[in-house]
């Protein structure tokens, strides 16, 4: 695709080009599309889901996190036991027939807490930039771990949050980079064996924040 000039400046994508007032869509020279208003805005994903990929875009930003794992139970309890683990946040690239080309990138999910250690949380340490939607403040954090009594019957650990993935696919130039699929890891399942009332809580689900970008 080319490039609209204005007083030497080649118009950015998201830049709006008008004709008598009205917002263009495309611009066309002797009937060849030269220039597509896109608007490059950020998709965040709390959910698993596909985008379909724009002809006109290059390359793909991307942020992922994990599910945190879930809590442990408390050590002397009927059933007692680790939290499991919390599922992977995953990026493909697939092709027009829905087939795997690659694997973009994975956050891993947290681990589940273990039975006995005192309970401890594991709050997701949101980084530096990353926005929400989709990371409010308990994205990803492992849960709690269930309450024990005391000294000789220990709290179950926390699970641990999720990890992360950050960087920047570039879409195949051979035009078979049709879409991307995001499977949003789940939070972990706690063991709830403890004191009544202080049952371990589950992890909380990733996810993931995609920027479409046309070099």
Same mark, same amino acid.
Do not use: L, M
């Given at each position: 695709m080319g490039d609209i000039y204005f007083n030497g400046t080649a118009l950015a994508s998201e830049k709006k080009v008008k004709f008598n007032?009205?917002?263009m869509s495309n611009?066309?020279?002797n009937g060849t599309k030269i220039w597509t208003y896109y608007s490059e805005t950020p998709q965040a994903f709390t959910?698993?889901?596909t985008y379909v990929l724009d002809p006109a875009e290059t390359s793909v930003q991307y942020k992922l996190s994990g599910g945190g794992g879930g809590g442990g139970g408390a050590?002397?309890?009927?059933?007692?036991?680790?939290?499991?683990?919390?599922?992977d946040t995953i990026l493909k690239v697939l092709d027009s027939s829905g087939n795997v080309r690659q694997t973009i990138a994975t956050a891993s999910g947290g681990i589940g807490g273990s039975g006995g250690g005192n309970n401890s949380t594991c709050d997701f340490s949101i980084p530096s930039g990353w926005a929400n939607p989709p990371w409010?403040?308990?994205?990803?954090d492992g849960g709690i771990g269930s309450q024990g009594s005391g000294e000789g019957n220990p709290?179950?650990? *926390?699970g641990t949050a999720g990890s992360t993935a950050t960087g920047t696919y570039t879409i195949n130039a051979d035009g078979n980079d049709h879409t991307l699929q995001i499977t949003i890891g789940g939070g972990g399942t706690a063991n709830t064996a403890g004191e009544a *009332?202080?049952?371990?809580?589950?992890g909380n689900s990733g996810g993931a924040w995609l920027l479409y970008i046309i070099s």
């Open positions: 007032g009205t917002d611009v066309y020279f959910s698993s889901g050590i002397g309890y009927s059933g007692t036991g680790d939290g499991t683990a919390g599922g409010s403040s308990t994205t990803s709290s179950g650990k *926390g *009332g202080g049952s371990g809580q589950n």
